[in-house]
């Protein structure tokens, strides 16, 4: 597609469930990124993906979180035992190429709201 | 460490009054910068990027930002704002050959009035 899709829009899960995201990256996009947006404010990188490879996971925290891009199928970021911090926007952004000067087109998030 | 920092949090501006947002980062080596704007309800869109070459960039919507590589800053500047302007604003940061995460500022939210 021409736009990175994400679903769901909204998701709200009680403390300790699972929570799982996805998104769809622009055809022809090689690289896929997660960032997470607290408060409105904030961007945090989290992980990306050259095709179905981690690229840089050095924002991940070291538990509860985990991501993939499998071939042909939705980017998914999974969320074990989800904690009330995780509340935030979850924001999927692909690049054709690794180029820092490339710009990252962004889907349009998914808040998560952990009850 | 890396950073962007946007000291204004919030703006507040009459219609057709002129805008300036700062943005000073950190970053050690080459530096490719970025503006991304936020409307009410809508995802991150690019309002213009800088490279290399004229430091003074334009984009979008008569947006535009000057690179300032002896104050490690990069403005945004619009001569007269409207209404439709009101959103948040990002300063974001890559660099390196491989490092193509962008570091964002905390951004600023714009609000014009009528």
């Known amino acids: 597609g021409e736009e990175v899709a994400q679903t769901p829009k909204h998701l709200v899960r009680g403390e300790g469930q699972k929570a799982k995201l996805y998104c769809a990256p622009i055809?022809?996009?090689?690289?896929v990124f997660w960032y997470q947006q607290v408060l409105k404010n904030e961007f945090k990188f989290l992980i990306s993906?050259?095709?179905?490879?981690?690229?840089?996971e050095t924002g991940m925290p070291k538990e509860r979180f985990s991501a993939k891009c499998l071939p042909n199928s939705p980017c998914s970021l999974e969320i074990q035992a989800t904690k009330l911090e995780d509340s935030a926007v979850y924001f999927c952004?692909?690049?054709?190429?690794?180029?820092?000067?490339?710009?990252?087109?962004f889907g349009p998030g998914t808040r998560l709201t952990v009850l | 460490a890396q950073s962007v920092s946007q000291h204004n949090h919030h703006v507040i501006l009459s219609e057709a009054a002129s805008l300036e947002l700062g943005c000073n980062y950190s970053?050690?080596?080459?530096?490719?910068l970025f503006w991304y704007v936020q409307y009410p309800g809508q995802h991150l869109q690019l309002l213009l990027k800088?490279?290399?070459?004229?430091?003074l960039v334009k984009g979008i919507k008569g947006f535009e930002a000057e690179f300032i590589k002896s104050k490690f800053s990069f403005n945004l500047r619009k001569p007269s704002v409207q209404w439709s302007d009101t959103a948040e604003y990002f300063c974001?940061?890559?660099?390196?050959?491989?490092?193509?995460?962008?570091?964002f500022g905390s951004g600023t939210r714009l609000s014009i009035r009528p």
């Open positions: 970053y050690g080596g080459t530096v490719n």
């Open positions: 993906f050259q095709n179905e490879n981690v690229f840089d």
């Open positions: 974001a940061v890559t660099g390196g050959s491989s490092a193509s995460k962008i570091i």
């Open positions: 055809k022809g996009h090689s690289y």
């Open positions: 800088y490279f290399s070459g004229d430091p």
């Open positions: 952004a692909s690049s054709p190429t690794r180029t820092p000067r490339d710009e990252q087109f």
